[in-house]
Nanobody
Framework: QVQLVESGGGLVQPGGSLRLSCAAS????????MGWYRQAPGKQRELVAA???????NYGDSVKGRFTISRGNYKNTVYLQMNSLKPEDTAVYYC???????WGQGTQVTVSS
């Protein structure tokens, strides 16, 4: 059974940084692109960033230049480095094996002074 487990969320002041991690069981990373999504209260879940098995990336417009997605050396972990955080980045962040129903449980990110 595939499991995705996110970690690294928390409370940070505006302008600060956080790094989220998504650890996967099994070898799914070898086959799937991986994505980070977020959902703020009262809003739809949106794609933040995605990375293919070959390392190609794409980002949502609101995070371009501030967030960076990457894969671990053994490709069983995906990271989301978030810099210059803004209050509007506050949301629950989820990782997903793209094109599947495999989602993590989410990690809360709160940006507030």
């Amino acid at each position: 059974q595939v499991q995705l487990v996110e970690s690294g969320g928390g409370l940070v002041q505006p302008g600060g940084s956080l790094r989220l991690s998504c650890a996967a069981s099994g070898s799914i990373f070898s086959f799937y692109a991986m994505g980070w999504y977020r959902q703020a209260p009262g809003k739809q879940r949106e794609l933040v960033a995605a990375i293919t098995s070959g390392g190609s990336t794409n980002y949502g417009d609101s995070v371009k230049g501030r967030f960076t997605i990457s894969r671990g050396n053994y490709k069983n972990t995906v990271y989301l480095q978030m810099n210059s955080l803004k209050p509007e980045d506050t949301a629950v962040y989820y990782c997903r094996a793209e094109g599947t129903d495999y989602w993590g449980q989410g990690t809360q990110v709160t940006v507030s002074s």
